[in-house]
């Protein structure tokens, strides 16, 4: 796997530590890559404190209530919920070694 470009900018930048933010069904497939990632480059003792933050409990947290149920009803729309099956097939196929490491767009269902 290539280095994700936010590993290139530490390097570059010498940071230390980093905040990614995205939304909630993309962490965990960010987070998956930012491990596979550190694992393939152990070689180059990297060190690098990472924090995964949800974009949308820091609007939540900056405008209690106020965006709340529109952040509830973006997830169930027919979009979001073809976006979670995405992001869960694209954990499992890490899992299983067939992850396509390349940016794709969402397939329409047939």
Known sequence: MRNPETLELKEEKGWEKVAL???????????????????EEKDKDIKLELDYVSAEEKVKESHPGRYDDIIEQAYKTGDAQKRLK????????????TYAEREFQLEEEK
């Open 86 to 97: 995405s992001e869960k097939r694209g954990l499992e196929d890490m899992e299983k070694g």
């Open 21 to 39: 933010i995205s939304s909630d069904y993309h962490i965990p497939r960010i987070k998956a890559l930012f491990e596979k990632a550190l694992r």
